[in-house]
């Protein structure tokens, strides 16, 4: 058994605790330096495990539930849940077992369980790997299974907790002449299957290209930077539209309220080789005039659930009222913020029809010199089908099915009359 498999065992029930316990995302636990204690791969490792433990919880849950007669501690419950996950996905009995034992073990709070975790996880070792394949997919929580399927229709829903399951490979955007990893999806985006450790694949360190998901890369593209052009990118972190958009030679200003989360911003730009102004700042305070926008407003995120599956654990949905709000609030401002004969691209990483197509009608109607542009829509790789009925496009997670999915978007281009 390794100590290294140990700690980061540890250490991933430790974020279990904390996103199922505390609700906190794991964003937010790795900023806070849950895991500055392990070295690079233990670390890579401990996040590995949430994400899969995550993914699978409905299952684990489902095959603990034979062997318990009463849910134990957050902890205890967690350990086992990791541990039959990791059982079920093949790893050797013997490691799991004794490290779970050992961990639980060790806590003076919980210590006497030990015993407990090592008769269930046993028991777990003998049947779940021939059951776990048998089970449903797991299902998102209630509280946003329930309005999506009202949205988009339970076979929608299944596919999207197909690709929820599955988890997300990943996806890159190249700089313009440069090379990068993977296939080529239809978009123009690269697809690494296997990534890996993301900065020792070819081009990393020479700036070639940066992580960003395939649909996360279509709103800069629906905008169609030009150089020369004055462009504003809203809510700019963590910087992949921004290196986008400089990387088409446009002189783009990139805010956002967190300077923590510009620092990422300046990083990338500093290894790309491109340039944008940064400025850390309320959105809604934001002064100026430029030729064109890019407004990705602060979302309930729930299009990002294949990458983030703590996102349904750590929230409830009692912040999505409070968000919509805000989105209109920042649409609105920016669009004062616009040239006349300008353009805004409005996006969010969002499944909700109310933070992306409800949001555009709306505006619509409250700005009379607002038009939206549905030949901007008209790029590779984007089907017909996906275009809304006020010209909007939606993205979804059980879209490219067969390569892997996509982060669910709401991308829509609006023109400023002249």
Known sequence: MS???TAARRSAIYLLDQILGEGRLLSECLAAGALDRLDREDRARAQRLTLETLRGLERADRLLDNHLNRTPALTVHNALRLGAVELCQGEAAHGVVNSMVEIVGRSRKHGRLKGLVNAVLRKVAAEGPEAWPKMRIPRLPEWLRDPLTVAWGPDAITGMEQAH?????????VKPGANGPGETLPTGSRRVQDGGQVSTLPGFHNGDWWVQDAAAAIPVQVLAPRAGEKILDLCAAPGGKTMQIAAAGANVTALDVSDSRLERVRENLQRTGLKAKIIAGDALEHQGQYDAILLDAPCSATGT??????????????????????QAQMLAHAWGLLKPGGRLVYCTC???????????????DLFPDMQVDREALDIAGIDKD?????????????????????????IACLNKSA
């Open 386 to 410: 996906w275009i809304t009925e006020e010209g909007g496009l939606r993205l979804r997670p059980d879209y490219w099915a067969d390569r892997g999915g996509m982060d669910g978007f709401y």
């Open 165 to 173: 399951f599955a988890g997300a490979p990943l996806d890159i955007t």
């Open 350 to 364: 969002s499944l909700l029809p109310d933070e992306g197509e409800v949001q555009i009608e709306e505006a619509l």
């Open 3 to 5: 100590d290294n498999a």
């Open 305 to 326: 659930i294949r990458r983030h599956p703590d996102l349904p654990f750590a929230k409830d949905g009692s912040e999505f009222g409070g968000l919509i709000e805000l």
